[in-house]
Nanobody, 124 residues
Framework: QVQLVESGGGLVQAGGSLRLSCAASGRTFSNVAMGWFRQAPGQEREFVASINWAGQYANYADSVKGRFTISRDNAKNTVFLQMNSLKPEDTAVYLC?????????????????WGQGTQVTVSS
């Protein structure tokens, strides 16, 4: 079992930055692959970024490549999402997820554990 708690969301102007954190507990963090997804009102949950166990591989949605960076600190059981050059279309609830398999997964069904999410709102 893995418990995930996101933080760092908020209101920011277009062009600004935010850094999201996801703290994990309940299982050896270095043995779980992590991902970030987002869900806007009335829309399906979509993949944002993922990172493997050791943190040497990452994968990004095309819409965030070059603007967002996923990283992890296994000593602190935390995964981060640095979001730069934010756009109004980035507005959504951002959720982190954990998989017991190693890899850089992009599909919802690859992840077993989910956090409750943190709201990110980007104003124009």
């Amino acid at each position: 079992q893995v418990q995930l708690v996101e933080s760092g969301g908020g209101l920011v102007q277009a062009g600004g930055s935010l850094r999201l954190s996801c703290a994990a507990s309940g299982r050896t963090f270095s043995n779980v692959a992590m991902g970030w997804f987002r869900q806007a009102p009335g829309q399906e949950r979509e993949f944002v970024a993922s990172i493997n166990w050791a943190g040497q591989y990452a994968n990004y949605a095309d819409s965030v490549k070059g603007r967002f960076t996923i990283s992890r600190d296994n000593a602190k059981n935390t995964v981060f999402l640095q979001m730069n050059s934010l756009k109004p279309e980035d507005t959504a609830v951002y959720l982190c997820a954990a998989s017991s398999r190693n890899g850089v997964f992009t599909k919802i069904y690859d992840y077993t554990y989910w956090g409750q999410g943190t709201q990110v709102t980007v104003s124009s």
